[in-house]
């Protein structure tokens, strides 16, 4: 959705064809030595994945097409189109297609991509049987494009404008990030995102390791830039420094902008310091090149911007309702006045910004008018190209056939698997206002069912909160949609808005495998306050009749596993017990990423119960599934959940480093950066000396302030527990304090083991003091809490306790 007219649309609903590689930017290049020399090294070493980015207009693809100028060896290019086509790694196969005359021996995993590249059926092996698991699915294609590369190299595959690609082509990038291609160097370009925003790209490439991605920013060319390409464009061998000032002032040092600016200097001629007349900005550098064309050929090049950055002559005929030759020639008089150029393909917009500045020179009315024309005409190609045509409408203004397209185009997303892309054109069908109610409501149910969380979620999540307000959504919808938001918000780390929601959720939950598998969250105890464990224990009961109800083997083990983790938790030997009959069922092991997830959850109340060694081996396990499936989701919680147990088994040795490289990487996962910071502070407490001491309180503070904000309790207790450890000896009133802070917020969720170390505090601080019987009553609770219970670590610690307090 580009409400500025930004774009490029490509014809047709399905995989396009082969397409010639086009390289945009400035003819000059200057200003960029730096940069140019870190990608040559980087792309000598192969493999290796590099992001550029930098805003539009400031010369990536220039940039990469110097690079790939020298380079050695073939090359594979693709391009993202800004409309978002149902179609999975769309940028992908069309840079395969470029290399197919070159591929050697393929693995038979690469049939997978058959049924998506029927015109390569000779090469390719053939396809598959289908697999149940949608998840497994989408990883054994992911795993048969890595072959295809792996075939084609060694080789450097660019990928332009990745900003706009679609969720399966970010998925494919992050599993690549960790799982690299020999030979293969990568190099993508994107626009950075504006402040507070994020695109799915930068959101993949987050979730992978730090060191796994190299990251190369792209700025506005300084002075010295700036002079260098007036001397060149305007053949001066020493520009005055005045223009060299103007035109950093001007243009912000934007190498696309300066360029227009330049060019049109040289050909106007004269002396441009003289010339108060000279336009320094781009939109009259255009007006200025449009002023000598007809109004004819006006009308088409506006027709033009309408439909795209590479416009289709025989579209824009039937828009327009002229000849086709009329059309190109009109087009050859805008290539003339040097508004398009000659790409290989076709007269293309020489960047998007110009194509933008021309888009918006036409009249409203007649912008809307020429998205209509557009859209009348791309309704008779098969298939139809639904997202193009919910583009156009949209910018036509007419709601009901944005309507219709957008959800033909969630639909056609769906069932192919990319269900993030489904839920972009849903929720761009939320901002409709005159929706009609049992139309909304379709829609939401629909939005529900889509996987929000591969959206970018700061832009969802006020979207589905704005939706939960509007009283007439019906129980339905409410149901679905608050179990998403709840989820998203979950995700996003405010752990106790996330649980409310999903609390709000649950009675609109009508159908039991909905149901389920919501109640099975709300049985989780070790992520919110403000729940007692036996609020938990009811949820999964009710979760139980619900699985029971639905008959759905998904909700049944969604259950099972939430009851095992929730029984760690207590200290119930019976965990280990249903955790031993899951890990031996085809139920659990015919859903490798569902096995992952539950064992890296049971590996974390492994280690809160003290159970290190099934802790160590469930997180072995866990990690080789994670591995094995691709499932870059889950990587940061791979190395959280070993570094926690590290910090358990006392393993501390460069442990600061590595929780420090964590909570870098978890920056953008704020779901596990708050437990990775308390860690962290945990570890640097309890290594601080001299003046380490005053960081790691801080430190302690502020991850007790965060947790406290959201609500989410396993942190909060964790690190208030250090913190009274580390004030004990100073300020022991104060480490009292926290120290029976965090007993009361144990206390309140009624799982006495999660307090051994704050009891502790208390014990030492009353021997301290003289007056050991002042901890007695904590020390009682501590010894009836956890009575019976298979919680190690915590009778480890009421032994110590008891020989400092008898009781």
């Known amino acids: 959705m580009i409400d500025s007219g930004e774009g490029k649309t490509r014809g047709g609903g399905g995989p396009s064809p082969a397409r010639p590689?086009?390289?945009?930017?400035?003819?000059?290049?200057?200003?960029?030595?730096?940069?140019?020399?870190?990608?040559?090294?980087?792309?000598?070493?192969?493999?290796?994945?590099?992001?550029?980015?930098?805003?539009?207009?400031?010369?990536?693809?220039?940039?990469?097409?110097?690079?790939?100028?020298?380079?050695?060896?073939?090359?594979?290019?693709?391009e993202c189109d800004d409309v978002p086509e149902p179609f999975p790694l769309g940028v992908l196969l069309d840079a395969v297609r470029t290399g197919t005359?070159?591929?050697?021996?393929?693995?038979?995993?690469?049939?997978?991509?058959?049924?998506?590249?029927?015109?390569?059926?000779?090469?390719?092996?053939?396809?598959?049987?289908?697999?149940?698991?949608?998840?497994?699915?989408?990883?054994?294609?992911?795993?048969?494009?890595?072959?295809?590369?792996?075939?084609?190299?060694?080789?450097?595959?660019?990928?332009?404008?990745?900003?706009?690609?679609?969720?399966?082509?970010?998925?494919?990038?992050?599993?690549?990030?960790?799982?690299?291609?020999?030979?293969?160097?990568?190099?993508?370009?994107?626009?950075?995102?504006?402040?507070?925003?994020?695109?799915?790209?930068?959101?993949?490439?987050?979730?992978?390791?730090?060191w796994a991605v190299t990251r190369v920013p792209l700025g506005p060319l300084d002075a010295e830039g700036v002079r260098q390409l007036a001397a060149r464009t305007l053949r001066l061998d020493d520009p005055p420094p005045q223009l060299t000032d103007a035109l950093l002032d001007r243009t912000a040092g934007i190498p696309f902008v300066v360029e227009e600016v330049l060019?049109?200097?040289?050909?106007?001629?004269?002396?441009?310091?003289?010339?108060?007349?000279?336009?320094?900005?781009?939109?009259?550098?255009?007006?200025?090149?449009?002023?000598?064309?007809?109004?004819?050929?006006?009308?088409v090049l506006g027709a033009a911007a309408v439909l795209g950055l590479a416009p289709d002559q025989r579209v824009l005929a039937a828009v327009l309702g002229t000849e086709r030759t009329a059309v190109g020639a009109a087009l050859t008089s805008a290539h003339q006045a040097g508004l398009l150029h000659d790409a290989g393909d076709g007269?293309?917009?020489?960047?998007?910004?110009?194509?933008?500045?021309?888009?918006?020179?036409?009249?409203?009315?007649?912008?809307?008018?020429?998205h209509l024309r557009v859209a009348r005409v791309l309704e008779q190609e098969l298939p139809r190209p639904v997202a193009q045509l919910a583009h156009h409408y949209r910018l036509a203004g007419s709601g009901a056939d944005f309507i219709r397209n957008a959800e033909a185009a969630a639909d056609l997303a769906t069932e192919r698997g990319d269900d993030a892309t489904a839920a972009g054109f849903l929720l761009q069908t939320m901002d409709i206002a005159e929706l009609p109610r049992p139309v909304r409501a379709r829609l939401a149910g629909k939005l529900g069912r889509s996987a929000i969380d591969g959206l970018s979620q700061a832009a969802a999540i006020p979207v589905l909160e704005r939706l939960l307000a509007d009283r007439r959504l019906p129980p339905g919808a409410r149901g679905e949609l608050g179990l998403?938001?709840?989820?998203?918000?979950?995700?996003?780390?405010?752990?106790?808005?996330?649980?409310?929601?999903?609390?709000?959720?649950?009675?609109?939950?009508?159908?039991?495998?909905?149901?389920?598998?919501?109640?099975?969250?709300?049985?989780?105890?070790?992520?919110?306050?403000?729940?007692?464990?036996?609020?938990?224990?009811?949820?999964?009961?009710?979760?139980?009749?619900?699985?029971?109800?639905?008959?759905?083997?998904?909700?049944?083990?969604?259950?099972?596993?939430?009851?095992?983790?929730?029984?760690?938790?207590?200290?119930d030997r019976t965990a280990w017990t249903i955790i031993a009959e899951l890990r031996a069922s085809a139920e659990l092991s015919d859903r490798p990423r569902e096995h992952?997830?539950?064992?890296?959850?049971?590996?974390?109340?492994?280690?809160?119960?003290?159970?290190?060694?099934?802790?160590?081996?469930?997180?072995?396990?866990?990690?080789?599934?994670?591995?094995?499936?691709?499932?870059?989701?889950?990587?940061?919680?791979?190395?959280?959940?070993?570094?926690?147990?590290d910090r358990a088994a006392g393993r501390l040795d460069g442990l600061t480093e590595r929780l420090t490289r964590l909570v870098a990487a978890a920056e953008r996962m704020?779901?596990?950066?708050?437990?990775?910071?308390?860690?962290?502070?945990?570890?640097?407490?309890?290594?601080?000396?001299?003046?380490?001491?005053?960081?790691?309180?801080?430190?302690?503070?502020e991850v007790v302030a965060d947790a406290r904000r959201v609500g989410a309790i396993w942190p909060l207790v964790q690190a208030l527990s250090a913190l009274a450890r580390l004030t004990l000896v100073a300020r022991p009133d104060e480490a009292v304090r926290h120290a029976t802070d965090a007993l009361s917020l144990?206390?309140?969720?009624?799982?006495?083991?999660?307090?051994?170390?704050?009891?502790?505090?208390?014990?030492?601080?009353?021997?301290?003091?003289?007056?050991?019987?002042?901890?007695?009553?904590?020390?009682?609770?501590?010894?009836?809490?956890?009575?019976?219970?298979d919680a190690p670590l915590a009778l480890a610690v009421l032994r110590r306790c008891r020989e400092l307090v008898p009781v």
């Not at 870190?38 to 192969?46: D, K, N």
């Not at 075939?151 to 404008?161: F, G, I, N, R, V």
């Not at 293309?348 to 020179?361: E, K």
């Open 263 to 299: 060019r049109t200097l040289a050909e106007r001629g004269g002396d441009p310091l003289a010339d108060d007349s000279v336009p320094f900005v781009l939109r009259d550098v255009l007006l200025w090149r449009l002023r000598p064309l007809d109004e004819a050929t006006r009308e």
């Open 670 to 701: 704020p779901v596990t950066l708050l437990d990775a910071r308390s860690e962290l502070a945990t570890v640097l407490a309890r290594t601080a000396v001299g003046d380490q001491v005053g960081p790691a309180e801080r430190a302690l503070r």
């Open 746 to 789: 144990v206390r309140g969720k009624g799982i006495l083991a999660w307090a051994a170390d704050a009891v502790l505090v208390l014990a030492e601080a009353a021997v301290a003091a003289g007056d050991p019987a002042r901890a007695e009553a904590a020390v009682h609770e501590l010894a009836a809490g956890i009575e019976g219970r």
């Open 347 to 370: 007269l293309r917009f020489r960047h998007d910004l110009a194509r933008q500045v021309v888009y918006h020179l036409v009249p409203r009315e007649t912008r809307e008018w020429l």
């Open 484 to 571: 998403v938001l709840g989820r998203m918000l979950r995700q996003q780390g405010e752990a106790l808005r996330g649980y409310a929601e999903i609390e709000r959720a649950v009675p609109y939950l009508r159908a039991p495998r909905r149901r389920a598998p919501a109640l099975a969250v709300l049985a989780a105890p070790d992520t919110v306050v403000g729940r007692h464990v036996d609020d938990h224990l009811a949820r999964c009961a009710e979760a139980e009749v619900a699985a029971a109800a639905s008959r759905d083997p998904a909700a049944h083990l969604a259950v099972r596993i939430a009851r095992a983790s929730l029984l760690l938790e207590l200290g």
């Open 596 to 645: 992952a997830r539950a064992c890296l959850n049971w590996a974390q109340g492994a280690v809160h119960a003290g159970h290190l060694d099934q802790a160590a081996a469930l997180l072995t396990t866990g990690r080789e599934l994670v591995e094995e499936t691709g499932y870059e989701r889950l990587a940061t919680l791979v190395e959280a959940t070993e570094l926690s147990l």
């Open 21 to 78: 590689a086009r390289l945009r930017g400035p003819v000059e290049f200057v200003g960029r030595t730096a940069e140019l020399a870190q990608l040559r090294r980087l792309l000598e070493a192969p493999p290796c994945l590099v992001l550029l980015e930098g805003e539009p207009g400031i010369g990536k693809s220039r940039l990469v097409a110097e690079l790939l100028a020298n380079l050695p060896g073939r090359h594979l290019i693709g």
């Open 101 to 210: 005359d070159r591929l050697g021996p393929l693995s038979p995993v690469a049939g997978a991509l058959a049924p998506l590249l029927p015109e390569l059926a000779d090469v390719l092996p053939a396809a598959p049987p289908p697999l149940a698991d949608p998840a497994a699915e989408r990883h054994r294609l992911l795993r048969a494009v890595a072959a295809v590369l792996a075939a084609l190299s060694p080789t450097t595959l660019l990928l332009e404008d990745l900003h706009w690609a679609d969720p399966a082509t970010c998925e494919f990038l992050a599993y690549l990030s960790t799982h690299p291609v020999d030979g293969l160097a990568v190099v993508l370009t994107a626009r950075t995102p504006a402040p507070g925003g994020s695109t799915p790209i930068h959101d993949a490439l987050a979730r992978t390791s730090p």
